[in-house]
Nanobody, 120 residues
Framework: QVQLVESGGGLVQPGGSLRLSCAAS????????MGWYRQAPGKQRDMVAS???????NYADSTKGRFTISRDNVKNTVYLQMNNLKPEDTAVYYC??????????????WGQGTQVTVSS
């Protein structure tokens, strides 16, 4: 079983910063793409940023220039540095990973979600 455990959410004022972390654990061969999604109340879950195993990144237009995704392949951890946060960034943030599981192939996993609230 593979688990993704997120941390780093919280309450921050507009213009502030937060850093989210997501660590993968369990029995697997390797991790391909990792990423972050978010879901605000009453809205669909949208991609925020993603990063391949080789380090190529992709961002939603609304987060370009403010958010930075990175990963540590030794620690099996993905990070999301969020700067200049805006109230519209308020949402539950979910970690996502494509994991190669022995005898099962490539499987998708989600974290439990961490709340980010941007408010004065």
């Amino acid at each position: 079983q593979v688990q993704l455990v997120e941390s780093g959410g919280g309450l921050v004022q507009p213009g502030g910063s937060l850093r989210l972390s997501c660590a993968a654990s369990g029995a697997f061969s390797s991790i391909n793409a990792m990423g972050w999604y978010r879901q605000a109340p009453g809205k669909q879950r949208d991609m925020v940023a993603s990063i391949t195993g080789g380090g190529s990144t992709n961002y939603a237009d609304s987060t370009k220039g403010r958010f930075t995704i990175s990963r540590d392949n030794v620690k099996n951890t993905v990070y999301l540095q969020m700067n200049n946060l805006k109230p519209e960034d308020t949402a539950v943030y979910y970690c996502h990973a494509e994991v190669l599981v022995m005898y099962q192939g490539l499987r998708t996993y989600w974290g439990q979600g961490t709340q980010v609230t941007v408010s004065s």
